[in-house]
């Protein structure tokens, strides 16, 4: 059995700051509030008994802060691999935009659209098949094995799209700090156990 644990980055907007759309040109660090959110994965995925035989993140500093305060919280981490298929979207003409000027631009219902299909607003550069295809050659191995896969939330959703997901989760997105895992079991079925969950408070 495969365990794949996909984990969005912590807080990266700070109280009373307007939050933007940031994708992966706009590389900003985690704010105090998602470090604690980082340090609350560790500590729930080492409670659980949780240990990861591999790791990986996407190249920007809010996906390796994450990651490395949970690989922090292992009595043996492993070490961490950056993986390109894991980088946030391209917002295109709103990268960094305020988000109530982004939803004037594109409109309630592409922002729906993309939050429970992963249709992308017009401009958005994303490129849905081969992210899907890049999940899915993951997913590929056999080997039995936990994987931390740290990732944004534009990002993360086409895991459940290549994992074929038919259920009803009402919204593809996961929130910051919050984590989902899908199960390859050892007959090559997919199980998605969680989706957008926090460690309890």
Known sequence: MR??????????????????????????PLVASGELQAAALGAWFAKMG?????????????????ADAILSASPAPCTLETAHFLAEIDHGPDENGLEEEVVARVGHDAIRQWDELARPPE???VDAEARIAAWRNFFSADASENVLLVT????ARFALLAAEYSGKLGS??????????????????????????????
């Open 3 to 28: 365990r794949l644990f996909i984990v969005r980055h912590g807080n990266t907007f700070g109280p009373g700051e307007p939050p933007r759309r940031v994708g992966v040109r706009t590389d900003v």
């Open 50 to 66: 949780i240990s990861f035989d591999r790791a990986l993140s996407g190249p920007l500093i809010r996906t390796r802060q994450t």
């Open 123 to 125: 401009g958005w550069i």
């Open 152 to 155: 944004s939330n534009g990002a």
């Open 172 to 201: 593809l997105k996961l929130r910051t700090g919050a984590y989902g895992e899908i199960v390859k079991t050892d007959q090559n079925i997919f199980r998605i156990e969680n989706w957008d969950q926090r460690p309890p408070s």
